[in-house]
């Protein structure tokens, strides 16, 4: 009878622990990720094209992208991300998403670029490589897919 009852203890504290742990850990990442990041193109001549994503701690995130001038003015906005997130394991989510995006040029008001399309959803990996480095790492491409296989945002 003694052991049943360890056995049985032994199996709930293992339980509880190890759904703890997997708790923590989705949101050490959670805690990492919240924050403004950034990415910015090589520069053109005197131009860069920049993305600067927000991520929140009610897991909205928002994606702008736009041209700046090496004083980092904006020139003008190209699209914009609107959605939520959610961790899973080590991978990003992004759903429920609203795109605006004006193919081939800029808009001077980000309220100006029309709206394309909804339910947007993907997964990319999370590599933090310091605290203030994060790789996103995409799905592999297909062969005739033009994508990038990973972004490496910087902490704002």
């Not at 622990?17 to 520069?43: E, I, M, T, V, Y």
């Not at 394991?89 to 008001?109: I, P, T």
């Not at 399309?117 to 062969?143: D, M, V, W």
Request: aromatic share 12%; with cysteine.
């Amino acid at each position: 009878m003694k052991n049943l009852l360890y056995l049985i203890t032994c199996g709930f504290l293992l339980t509880v622990f190890g759904a703890c742990q997997k708790d923590n850990g989705a949101s050490g990442l959670q805690q990492k990720l919240q924050g403004n990041w950034f990415r910015q193109n090589d520069w053109n001549a005197d131009t860069a094209y920049r993305d600067d994503y927000t991520f929140t701690a009610d897991h909205k995130i928002l994606i702008i992208s736009f041209v700046i001038d090496k004083q980092n003015h904006i020139h003008g906005y190209t699209s914009k991300l609107e959605g939520s997130y959610t961790i899973n394991g080590d991978s990003l989510v992004v759903s429920n998403s609203k795109f605006y995006h004006e193919k081939g040029q800029e808009v001077a008001a980000i309220n100006d670029l029309p709206y394309k399309t909804t339910e947007l959803r993907y997964a990319q990996k999370l590599l933090f490589i310091q605290s203030n480095q994060l790789h996103l790492i995409s799905r592999p491409c297909g062969p005739f897919e033009n994508c990038v296989p990973y972004l490496a945002l910087t902490r704002k």
